[in-house]
């Protein structure tokens, strides 16, 4: 939910600027840098004309910069302009970030003030974040959790009239996970080598993206919906012979999000079920397969062996398996 409201906030605050509507002081804060980066970048290119940036437009780092001398800038006039931005990146390394209430309870009109504290939110105890919060636009960026990485991809493709297949999407999704700086960075750089209009398959993802269409933990998924031994342990030995692109960890993290999903299926309405696993409903005809090779007593020891594979993969209990005979092993019993 906070993921949505930063997206529809970000979304309303562009469209006031691309108007030519700035506000004296922004706060942008929280884990997910994307949404940070996206509105500091915009009023860094696009609030002052290119003339007037050279005089009236600053930038500074909360580690290296001291409160009251920022106090002072952004107190400052603006030369031969009508406005002047101030961007504080990585405020969240400022030491005596309450010092800057000065500039917050008294907003300067002539100067655009941006705050950029990333990694986390503002203390909602500090008076200056109450302050904050009553003086400033303020953005609260989250990161969104892992089942809402597809409908986000979804979401950023139907903004930009970028065509992908369902299949390239859940590539994407499971492969890059929660990082939505790098999933749009991957989508710019298909922007560059496609033509325009070409639709996104997982052939064009393996071939600009590097992730291999045929061995990524969705097909894997596949493979044990299906009950596919021997192509599902092919997957895994592939996985074992790139341990960095595919560490156990990470590939038995998704399974537990997988078999969790399949475990509600079993526990909501079929036409509910899309909705309750915030999946596409293109995809509901492979949860009803492994629904029907996976009852739900087997799902429950499956997160036995899951929650084994875990500590094993931490070295809780294990001292000769490496992580290519840890996930056979586990694949061995979820399939038998």
Known sequence: MAAANAAAKTRQILAEMKQGIYHPI????????????????????????????????????????????????????????????????????????????????????????????????????????????????VVESSKIKENEVASWIRDYCKSHKIDISNDALQVMAEHIGPDLERIVSEFGKLEVALPKGTSITPEVIEKHVGISKDYNVYELQKAIAMKDLARALKIARHFANNPKAHPVIATNGALIGYFTKLYLFHHVPDSQAASALRINPYFLNEYRTAARNFPVGKVESIFGYLRETDLKAKGVNNVTSDDGALLEELIFKILH
């Open 26 to 137: 922004y706060l942008l804060m929280g884990d997910e840098g994307y949404y940070i980066d996206l509105i500091s970048d915009y009023i860094e290119q696009h609030a002052l004309q290119d003339f007037e940036r050279e005089f009236n437009q600053t930038v500074l780092y909360g580690l290296e910069t001291n409160p009251l001398d920022l106090v002072s800038v952004v107190k400052r006039y603006p030369m031969m302009a009508e406005r002047q931005v101030v961007i504080l990146k990585e405020g969240q390394r400022m030491k005596n970030f309450d010092k800057l209430e000065p500039i917050i309870e008294e907003p300067v009109p002539t100067t655009i003030f941006v705050i950029c504290h990333k990694e986390k939110k503002l203390d909602g105890r500090w008076s200056i974040t109450k302050l904050l919060n009553k003086k400033a636009v």
